[in-house]
């Protein structure tokens, strides 16, 4: 006869008994699917990857469904996998960040902050190295265009420029957040292009040879403002990332909108003028917004990180902060 504890191999146990499923198969669960792959959680926990596909079978037997898809190598989650995944990689997340609190190992960690790529390269950069030397705290920034998962901690802090006319791609409710600023955006382009548009006058400024980021929505909505209907779409090149289009703007390429956090530098040097009929105003089309974790925010680094990018921005922002101080 077989025993009892054979008798329940591969079925979820009562749930009145409140037992988990091995602690190594989680383990080995999350790190697949957080690294990318078998061979890379095992070089994580420092198994062989054979080790890992048996904990992962192990796991799906536990629970008697399939949380992970096989196509030839290629694995990736079935929904009931993906949802259980998120949740335990949250889990994970807060059990590593306890034990490097409770044990200092991130008291002389650095700030991990990501942010949106154009305002990482042409101002918060250089911001940053003047906090660290004003304060001997230490930030890591990663500019990417995509905004971290900070429910499992992949950052400390994010900044992105959200648009008012995009409540769409609003920062999570579930989040702290602080408007840094909200700057003006003013056309611009090279000393040579800026006098040929002028040249032919304001009537022709649907002509202008606009520069996008990855859309042309900033131009629509700039153009509104501006009370000038705009054609559908809007023509010009996309540059995809802010930093390129400004790029290409100094190449004489084109016109692109831009802030003073982004062109500072070239409106002083001469690299970039405004161009446009003098009816035409700067417009706020948004903000940039800082969002960290609950949890996270009263980290001293992030509190004085704020404090210190509010003071810097307003010197180049057309409106004061809707949002309360730092």
Known sequence: MQSSSGSQQGRVPPSNTRQLPPFAALRAFEAVFRRGGIRRAAEQLGVDHAVISRHIKLLEEWFGVALIARSGNRLTLTPAGKRYHARIAAAFAELTLATEELTDAR?????????????????????LGEFELETGMRVELKPTDIAPNLSVHEADADIRYYRDDDPQNAPERALRRFELARPEVIPVASPALAAELEAKGSGAILDWPFLHEE??????AWLRLNGIAPPEPVPGALCWHAHLAIAAARQGRGVVLASRFLIEDDLEQGSLVPVG????????????VMVAREDRWSMPTLAKLRHFLHARAQPLTALKCRTPQP
């Open 215 to 220: 859309n042309d929505q900033e131009w629509k």
């Open 277 to 288: 009929a003098p009816a035409l105003r700067p417009m706020v089309l948004g903000g940039y």
């Open 107 to 127: 008291e002389n960690a650095p700030l991990r902050l990501w942010c949106v790529p154009g305002l990482s390269i042409q101002w918060l950069t250089a911001q």
